[in-house]
């Protein structure tokens, strides 16, 4: 007699939590719902049902228990409130960076440029949510521009996606430029968790150097692709404010703030161009 979904939902967060996952009950009612085909919020509706798809739910329960994050088992991960295709060529979309999306957000603009952009997360969410920008985003990874244009064509978002090494192949002035860059320094990387340290992409984590790498790259073209009085935001480490701001100040940037996120950590560092050049 096959075991029913809350059956299945008291083992798999058992085996969750003998594994060390640090949220099984969570993961594991994320992990049965993908497994049944049932949309998480409503698994509790369907606790009395026979489980009907018992190897899905066996290879998605083995793979978390390797760690993979559950986004990349499921295939997808909510955004500022949108779904978001994910998979290994690309980070996890982190609520903390919906922190840079509302700062963003509380100001206009027209165009935009993602330096870095993975999934797409933050330049598709900022051209949905203002639909008469114009947004660019580059990427050096191939695969994870593949990625961000599946999760445009599956938004209905018109973005510019290329491949280019940060400013590399970008012309043209910008109003808003972001980044959720590589900044945990090589030092830092052994004691990440499992999740991100074996499953998503190395390159999009560490710069191989002390994690301000990218900050200096950034910080040094942003006065050649802001346009007058355009803003620059970036996400940081929260250890890293102070060293990104005193960057952006020393390329000619104004205005340079460092921001909270919900937990109260530093989490975004903002700065302007100069209203006149």
């Not at 390159?203 to 009085?229: K, N, V």
């Not at 952006?248 to 006149?276: C, K, N, T, Y």
Request: with cysteine; net charge negative.
């Amino acid at each position: 007699m096959s075991e029913t979904i809350a059956k299945a939902l008291v083992r798999v967060t058992r085996c969750l939590a003998d594994a060390g996952v640090d949220s099984p009950e969570r993961d594991a009612r994320l992990l049965v719902a993908h497994a049944a085909g049932l949309e998480a919020g409503r698994l509790t509706l369907h606790l009395p049902d026979p489980f009907e798809a018992p190897e899905r739910l066996e290879a998605a329960l083995a793979a978390r228990e390797a760690r993979q994050p559950v986004s990349q088992i499921v295939g997808s991960r909510l955004f500022w409130g949108r779904r978001f295709r994910v998979t290994p060529d690309v980070l996890d979309p982190r609520p903390e960076t919906e922190s840079l999306i509302a700062l963003a957000l509380e100001h206009s603009f027209h165009r935009v440029l993602d330096l870095g952009s993975g999934t797409g997360c933050i330049l598709l969410t900022l051209l949905a949510e203002r639909p008469s920008s114009f947004g660019v985003g580059v990427d050096l990874s191939e695969a994870a521009l593949a990625v961000a244009r599946s999760n445009a064509e599956a938004l209905g978002v018109d973005a510019d996606l290329q491949r280019s090494d940060w400013y590399a192949d970008v012309s043209g002035r910008f109003d808003l430029i972001v980044s959720n860059p590589p900044y945990i320094s090589a030092a830092e990387m052994k004691h990440l968790a499992p999740e991100p340290l074996l499953w998503e992409p190395r390159m999009a984590l560490t710069d191989e150097g002390d994690g301000l790498a990218c900050y200096r790259t950034i910080a040094a073209g942003a006065p050649r692709h802001l346009s007058p009085g355009g803003r620059l935001l970036v996400e940081i480490g929260p250890t890293q404010g102070k060293a990104v701001a005193d960057l952006f100040s020393a390329a000619g940037l104004e205005d340079v703030q460092v921001g909270p996120d919900l937990d109260g950590r530093d989490r975004i560092v903002s700065a302007r161009a100069a209203l006149v050049e």
